[in-house]
């Protein structure tokens, strides 16, 4: 492994260069051990759901990710033809009347039916009830980007297209950014804190991060958190086709012939909660939530930087109390842009030093998409299944080793193995940067 | 029509390297204009709107479309082309 040269390019702004020398390889970094924290409260997941294209659950989304199997498919939605990019990983089996009433429906866009179900599974499989004084210290932050953005798109061609001078009364309702949480905190009486984040990509590791550093801090005994999206749509495919970062046949993060993100949809929500209200119920403990790191490139408004990444990875680290070595697996970010995953892999090869070479790093962004806001939330599950089954989900479509990105990215094949603790990256437009650290419970 | 085709596009490149279509040589590369990644999938744009035609353009493979951006040069070119075969 050789980092020497795995910079960030692009770079704009006349300190981009001096902030973006060159990587030296490092030994494994020792962090500074700090003091301990009194106060603080354990975090732990107590309860998982997720409705993307590999699945509509848990169970089938980590039997698809151990299978190595691809949910990229070809698009299926009016007007698509228009489109040069016809491919993504859409949910094509999604029926809403098999979930909600007509009323509901009306009411919910995709993106908030999507967190409504994973919500639904995450709180039965948690066994909680928030009757009383529960309720009142639980809550909801939850992460999207684009919101009820079928909800935009179909209106939009109702009175520009169509020529239509009447719309539906919900529509607002409807395409606000905050109303998966919303509904999610009246499904459950959830009458703590209850907020939406909007940071492009990394929206929902935001989300799940908040949610951690409320209960940490004693702010709340219990969040639901994640994030969501369902932004296949002609406008929002056609958006994303202007940037010409989409690849046209597959997502192959890491591979040298690489070429462009291919989107997806869905989402996944968690139940955060205070390990001792958890321990004390008996809960089935999934995994303990243990740093947080978050970060600002504040250089270029699409191009990564790896000293961004890098900071939160490290912050990350720091946060857990976790030493590199002890770190067995990370979920990448792993879009399948060139820039992205060369920048990633310099950021980690520079965070973890010798560690980088030993560590497993994969991308699972090449079997679900990029759920983009809600792509972090579905990411965690990977983490999950390494930590409590001890199987690491491949990076699937990779086909030629790229000297940029010369880390073990477990290709094609999950892999058994034991690892104790984890990391999820999430690099957003913008250049905001959200990694989390969990430990096997 | 080719003239004036290849002075639209130099001046389409022109304004988005900030600089005068007279400082744009055929040899002078994106880079060597200061444009980078995002102002080279601007200025695409600009010439597909430009002439309406639709070019190959890859921002993750810039090498390997079919549609040649390492010079000013092979950019008119390929224009030019994409231009004459719409008719």
């Known amino acids: 492994m050789n980092p020497t040269g795995l910079k960030a390019e692009g770079a704009t702004g006349s300190d981009a260069a001096v902030d973006d020398a060159p990587a030296t390889p490092l030994a494994a970094p020792v962090l500074t051990p700090e003091p ?51 491919i993504g990983a859409q949910i094509h089996d999604w029926e809403p009347e098999a979930h909600f009433n007509r009323q509901q429906i009306l009411l919910y866009d995709k993106f908030t039916q999507f967190s409504l179900l994973a919500a639904k599974e995450a709180v039965a ?6 009757h009383g004084e529960l309720g009142l210290c639980s809550g909801v932050v939850l992460g999207t980007a684009g919101g009820g953005l079928n909800t935009w798109d179909e209106n939009y061609r109702v009175v520009y297209e169509e020529g239509k001078n009447r719309v539906h009364p919900f529509v607002v309702p409807k395409l606000m950014n905050n ?12 009458r703590g804190p209850a907020f939406t984040v909007a940071t492009a ?12 550093q409320m209960i940490r801090s ?35 993060p890491f591979s040298a012939n690489r070429n462009g993100m291919v989107q997806g949809e869905g989402a996944g929500v968690f139940v955060f909660e205070d390990y001792d209200h ?50 067995g697996y990370i979920n990448a970010h792993g879009t399948g842009t060139a820039a992205n995953d060369k920048t990633e892999c310099a950021a980690v090869a520079h965070a973890f030093g010798h560690h980088a070479d030993r560590l497993m790093i994969s991308s699972t962004k090449s079997m679900h998409g990029h759920v983009i806001g809600g792509t972090g939330a579905v990411e965690l599950l990977a983490c999950i299944m390494a930590l409590r089954d001890g199987v690491i989900a491949p990076t699937i479509g990779y086909e030629e080793p790229d000297p940029e990105c010369a880390l073990d990215v477990v290709p094609n094949t999950a892999r058994e193995a034991k690892v104790d603790a984890v990391l999820s990256n999430a690099f957003a437009f913008g250049g905001l940067n959200a990694v989390l650290a969990l430990k096997r419970a | 029509m080719s003239k004036d085709v290849h002075d639209r596009i130099i001046a389409i490149i022109a304004e988005q ?9 055929p040899d002078m590369s994106p880079a060597d204009l200061g444009i980078d990644s995002l102002g080279m999938v601007e200025s695409i744009f600009a010439i597909e709107e430009a002439f309406d035609i639709s ?4 921002a993750n493979e810039p090498d390997q479309s079919d549609f040649d951006v390492s010079t000013v040069g092979s950019i008119t070119a390929a224009v030019e082309k994409l231009v004459a075969d719409r008719g």
């Open chain 1, 36 to 86: 301990p924290r009194s106060g603080l409260r354990r975090v732990v997941v107590t309860g998982s759901g997720t409705v993307n294209a590999l699945g509509l659950n848990v169970p089938d989304t980590m039997a698809a990710m151990r299978e190595g199997r691809c949910g990229i498919t070809r698009l299926d939605f009016r007007d698509v033809e228009r489109l040069t990019v016809q």
């Open chain 1, 125 to 130: 499989q948690s066994g909680l009830a928030f």
């Open chain 1, 179 to 190: 109303a998966a949480a919303s509904h999610v905190s009246m499904e459950f009486g959830l």
């Open chain 1, 201 to 212: 990509c990394a929206s929902s590791n935001h989300a799940m991060g908040l949610a951690f």
């Open chain 1, 218 to 252: 004693g702010g709340a005994k219990v969040m639901l958190t994640g994030g969501s999206e369902a932004m296949l749509c002609f406008g929002g495919v056609k958006a994303w086709e202007g940037l010409r970062v989409m690849s046209k046949d597959a997502c192959r």
């Open chain 1, 278 to 327: 958890a321990r004390a119920r008996g809960a089935d403990i999934l995994a303990e939530v243990v740093g947080f790191a978050m970060s600002a490139d504040a250089q270029d408004i699409v191009m990564p930087s790896a000293q961004g990444a890098e900071r939160a990875i490290t912050g990350a680290m720091k946060d857990a109390r976790l030493n590199p070595e002890e770190v």
């Open chain 2, 17 to 25: 390297a900030m600089l005068d279509p007279s400082e744009v040589r």
């Open chain 2, 55 to 58: 070019i190959p353009f890859n």
